[in-house]
């Protein structure tokens, strides 16, 4: 999952984003509206974290401008007070939900999950293909009820494949949802953290989840290809 961090104020940026990325989180960070609007322009997002009290342009000003540019990312807004009519605001402008400061970073995780649960695969919090299982809210992972360990990076990888069941995910598409910006796109890393997943995830089984299709990408499905 990659989120886009909106906040001026470093300590509090570098606090949520330290924080996603040990969760597994791809985290970019823009620390005024107009340079949320061109992250925007230039990367996918799967889901926005945005301060309302920021320079050049507020978060109120930049959620409609995301909208009218037909942006359907999730964007949680986060408030510095917790009055009634910013709560309003925020929401009329087009955020998805709000959160107060300050607030338990357990909490950012909680409504982080929330807006990006909206998923086929998913049964109340876990995704499954065949007998793999991957409960989001634990970040267990499991197959025939055997639990699998995964680096946070592997996880990553695996939960983007699993949130898009039976489809050709190209190395772009798993690049830009799976790392940030800093990710210098060699293909190599991606091959070798699927190489890595497969190990713990396919090796020891009869049926092998996660297909190559040569020359396109990878896919997760329990259907076999030929
Ligand atoms: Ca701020």
């Known amino acids: 999952m990659r989120v886009l961090v909106v906040e001026d104020e470093r300590r509090i940026a ?3 984003s330290r924080g996603l990325s040990e969760q597994g989180y791809a985290v970019d960070v823009a620390y005024d509206g107009d340079e949320a609007l061109q992250w925007a322009d230039v990367a996918e997002f799967d889901v926005i974290v945005l301060d309302v009290m920021l320079p ?3 978060g109120v000003e930049v959620t409609p401008i995301f909208r009218t540019r037909g942006l359907k990312t999730p964007i949680l807004m986060l408030t510095a007070r917790d009055a009634v009519e910013d709560r309003v605001r925020g929401l009329d402008s087009g955020a998805d939900d709000y959160l107060v400061k300050p607030f338990a970073f357990a909490e950012l995780v909680a409504r ?3 807006l990006t649960r909206r998923e086929p695969a998913a049964v109340g919090t876990a995704l499954q293909v065949s007998d793999l299982i991957v409960d989001t809210t634990t970040r267990e992972v499991s197959r025939q009820g ?3 360990g995964l680096t946070s990076k592997e ?3 695996l ?4 949130r898009h069941p039976n489809q050709v995910l190209t190395r772009t598409m798993i690049a830009e949802h799976v790392w940030n910006y800093d990710f210098d796109n060699a293909t190599n ?4 953290h699927i190489r890595n997943l497969r190990r713990k995830i396919d090796d020891p089984f009869a049926t092998k989840l996660i297909q190559t299709v040569r020359g396109a990408g990878y896919r997760i499905s329990a259907r076999q290809s030929v």
């Open 14 to 16: 570098d606090f949520i």
């Open 56 to 58: 050049i342009r507020d």
């Open 112 to 114: 982080l999950r929330a």
């Open 146 to 148: 055997t639990l699998i």
């Open 155 to 157: 996880y990553a990888l």
């Open 159 to 162: 939960e983007y494949l699993m």
């Open 189 to 192: 890393v991606i091959d070798v």
